[in-house]
């Protein structure tokens, strides 16, 4: 990583309040920090708006990149969302959208400052990359262009909510654990000043677990569809740079973006990454250029002389290919090489089709198939990615095809499977895995289809017991080379905790190869991750190594407390019971030059005995503390949040302990039982 230290611009940063109307008359003040550069002269400005507070948790990143991006001449604003951090208001909810109206009024007020031209753009990642583009589809006049990484434009079913119809079990949880926690957090005292305690009780007050109303909408309703982009991609006016990765949940949006919106206003790019911005290496790489690559984005849509036509110029889509790799839980750098397409889809991209073969099989999985499946959003800890997939494999109705000559798969691929089910609910897994010669199973992508979601996502319609249907569905995209002497593995389970909640009442299927496939999407052989030539569109793509402005100084204090591992599996044979644990990101102390001390430890637990989907239980413990010695201001907030299931419901159980030195200022918990209505 290079740390650059000189610009063409010096810069200056400032604290401020940026007013958004708050429905009754008056205003709400968003806390925001501008980094600008020093010239007399107006600037276009950046804007990147989140819910994680600036503050603390952000600090270190934003220390990185915005500061980086006023000393190449831009107003550099990052704000904090309304009821977060140290802005007025109470906190919503995530969705439909992320305070979009608030963040269009901030974007309105940024090209009103004597210090900007009036050309705005957005960018973020995650959270913040899903608010940049639903701004962008709000289309206010002054948002020129956005650069959104590993977002969602389907918060349905491409967020973590849902998976095909089916709950995402630890995708939801764990969001919602983690929401419910952070969102309890105070206003910091040498920000907010003496108001931050009445701020801080406020919000408790209002706070209520957003896996309520996950759970309350569980097919893709008006809810989701509000804050869907993909309802409406006409509706995007602003330029859009849509960057994921290969393994961060929401790679597909890139996909979508580069299909739908207008091919002379939109690129895409798909590296290797977890989700992250793709400069920050984490694994797998290679990391790029990402602020470079940015800096011509902006410099081509904000700013009146160009500086870099050939922004447009390239291709359509970038992305890595990647080639053959042993099954690993990490990988510092993965093998492959960057594609670029003109088009998506792309014509160098046919769908062939691959035939089952063989006898019916009675697909019945133990409901602690998926144990492997990884981090569902991987963030480059050395447990994230899926080991070897043999025992997943095992539990599977599996069909291979032999590779006789490299082939290059680039795209969603989709199965078409038939299936009799003799009850009216069930759930399908499918999972592709490229099978090295000495047996080693490397899953590279899988899909989800709750079966009662066959028609739609939209409804639910119950299987007529005992018939059989045709169901297709697609898995999420990838790109990857298949060697000469490999196998491709198409793997299909009836089960995969705890990345979907079982269905209580399924009992399996019986599937027929007659009439079922799987199709990948292969790009015709002009290059290859093993070594052949590539073509003129794929020498094209080039990244410059990464670079970052000054780090901010944080310090991680030394602990002799050994580390929790990862990712832990514990059996209990005798009782059949299996517990995954998971640690999140971000754990332990840091301490912030401002003197600072911030604390964060957390473990996620999943249970499920292997014979009874009605054991599921999910369950996360937080422990945030946030001090400042200098100010005697000590807080601590503890959280609990628990999702079981019975026959025919949900049942939810949240508790938040605030405390302020000894003193506990909120206690509150949250018991609530949903209808299981839907996946």
Not at 174 to 192: N, V
Not at 435 to 460: C, E, F, I
Not at 494 to 504: D, K, L, N, T
Request: hydrophobic share 35%; net charge negative.
């Amino acid at each position: 990583m290079k740390i650059r230290t000189a610009y063409p611009y010096e810069t200056r940063h400032e604290d401020l309040r940026i007013p958004v109307p708050d429905g009754a008359g008056g205003s709400t003040l968003l806390y925001a920090r501008v980094w600008r550069p020093v010239t007399d002269a107006p600037v276009p400005a950046l804007l990147e708006y989140l819910p994680h507070r600036l503050s603390d948790r952000t600090a270190p990143r934003d220390a990185q990149r915005h500061p980086w991006y006023a000393g190449h001449g831009y107003a550099s604003v990052r704000v904090d969302a309304r009821g977060h951090g140290n802005s007025e208001g109470l906190p919503g909810d995530a969705c439909p959208a992320i305070g979009t109206a608030d963040a269009a009024a901030v974007v309105e007020w940024l090209a009103g400052q004597p210090w900007c031209t009036g050309r705005v753009g957005m960018f973020g990642v995650g959270s913040g990359g899903t608010a940049a583009l639903r701004i962008a589809a709000l289309a206010p006049e002054p948002l020129k262009a956005v650069v959104t990484v590993c977002s969602t434009d389907d918060p349905y079913d491409d967020d973590g909510h849902y998976l095909g119809g089916s709950v995402a079990a630890c995708a939801t949880h764990s969001s919602a654990a983690a929401m419910l926690a952070h969102t309890a957090r105070p206003p910091d005292p040498l920000f907010a000043g003496d108001d931050w305690r009445r701020m801080w009780l406020e919000r408790l007050e209002a706070m209520e677990p957003l896996v309520h109303t996950w759970l309350d909408h569980q097919t893709r309703d008006d809810y989701w569809k509000g804050g869907s982009v993909r309802e409406d991609y006409g509706a995007v006016r602003a330029a859009v740079l849509a960057v994921g990765g290969w393994h961060d949940p929401c790679r597909d949006t890139v996909l979508r973006l580069v299909e739908h919106l207008d091919p002379a206003r939109v690129r895409g790019i798909i590296g290797p990454w977890p989700r992250g911005y793709p400069d920050e290496e984490r694994p797998p790489g290679p990391a790029i250029g990402f602020l470079q690559e940015t800096l011509r984005w902006w410099d081509h849509w904000l700013r009146d002389t160009d500086t870099d036509p050939g922004v447009m110029a390239g291709p359509l889509l970038r992305s890595w290919i990647t080639g053959p790799h042993p099954p690993a839980t990490v990988y510092e750098e993965m093998p492959g090489r960057w594609a670029g397409e003109s088009a998506w889809p792309s014509p160098r991209v046919t769908h062939v089709a691959y035939p089952f073969q063989g006898p019916p099989q009675i697909v019945d999985s133990p409901q602690h198939t998926g144990l492997d499946a990884g981090r569902f959003t991987p963030c480059g800890s050395d447990a994230d990615l899926p080991p070897d997939q043999r025992d997943e494999d095992a539990k599977s109705a599996s069909f291979e095809f032999t590779v006789t000559e490299p082939l290059e798969v680039l795209g969603r691929p989709r199965v078409t499977l038939r299936l009799r089910m003799d009850v009216p609910f069930g759930q399908t897994v499918a999972r592709l895995c490229d099978v090295a010669p000495d047996g080693s199973s490397t899953l590279l992508t899988h899909g989800v289809l709750d079966l009662s979601a066959r028609a739609g996502r939209d409804r639910a319609d119950a299987w007529p017991a005992g018939s059989a249907e045709d169901v297709t569905f697609e898995l999420a995209g990838t790109g990857h080379t298949f060697a000469p002497g490999h196998r491709i593995r198409l793997a299909v389970s009836s089960a995969y905790w705890p990345w979907i909640w079982p269905r209580a009442d399924s009992a399996g299927f019986t599937l027929d190869p007659a009439g079922s496939a799987l199709e990948l999407p292969v790009r015709a052989a002009t290059g290859s991750a093993t070594g052949s030539a590539a073509t003129d569109a794929d020498e094209a793509v080039d990244f410059e190594a990464p670079e970052h402005a000054e780090p901010l100084g944080v310090v991680v204090p030394v602990t002799l407390d050994p580390p929790r591992p990862g990712r832990l599996i514990v059996r209990d044979v005798a009782e059949g019971e299996w517990r995954l644990e998971v640690v999140p990101e971000n754990g332990g102390t840091r301490v912030h030059p401002d003197g600072l001390e911030h604390t964060e430890q957390s473990v996620e637990t999943y249970t499920i005995r292997e014979n009874d989907p009605l054991s599921a239980r999910t369950r996360s413990d937080w422990r945030i503390r946030h001090h400042r010695p200098d100010l005697a201001w000590d807080v601590t907030i503890e959280t609990r949040s628990e999702i079981a299931c019975d026959t025919g419901h949900f049942l939810t159980s949240d508790e938040v302990v605030c405390r302020h030195g000894q003193e506990v200022v909120f206690h509150r918990t949250w018991e609530k039982r949903i209808p299981r209505t839907a996946g």
